[in-house]
């Protein structure tokens, strides 16, 4: 959990597209899935999940990317093209952020990571919790609290 109190602040590489986190994330998420590592030209993304309504954009806006999915939105600046955001379906109440963006990213460790199975072998994180594939949503609910008596 960041060691910082909200709001949390960040932005994009060539700052034209702020943010800030009005509420302390509910968990911190390594994802490994085939699309994560492409869209990072990384191993896998970082990020923090918050409620929807704790997300506020500051400065500029954001356009869709990527994928394009039904079920997932995915925000970025149109100048710098810097990954902002993925947004599940409204009705989730959640958005998940980039926590390499925050100014306080150093303390936004992984708690858990997903799609493993998709794993680079040569990859790790400190994540305590480790799912295959994306945990349930059953599974979330005890996650975030286990993440918040961090």
């Not at 998420?29 to 030209?41: D, P, V």
């Not at 990317?65 to 989730?92: M, N, Q, V």
């Not at 594939?133 to 059953?138: I, K, M, R, Y």
Request: a positive charge; hydrophobic letters at 35%.
């Amino acid at each position: 959990m960041p060691a910082s109190s909200p709001p949390l602040k960040g932005g994009c590489l060539c700052g034209r597209v702020q943010f800030q986190l009005n509420q302390t994330p509910l968990i911190s998420l390594a994802c490994h899935c085939r699309g994560c590592q492409k869209l990072t030209s990384s191993a896998f993304s970082l990020n923090v999940m918050v409620p929807l309504l704790a997300f506020e954009l500051t400065k500029g806006s954001t356009v869709v990317g990527a994928l394009h999915k039904k079920d997932a939105r995915y925000g970025f600046c149109d100048w710098c093209k810097c990954w902002i955001t993925t947004a599940p379906p409204p009705e989730s109440g959640i958005i998940n952020v980039r926590s390499t963006l925050l100014e306080d990213a150093l303390a936004c460790k992984p708690f858990v990571e997903m799609w493993t199975k998709e794993k680079l072998p040569w990859a790790s994180t400190p994540a305590k919790h480790s799912f295959d594939e994306q945990p349930s949503a059953d599974a979330f609910p005890a996650l975030i609290e286990e993440y918040s008596r961090r």
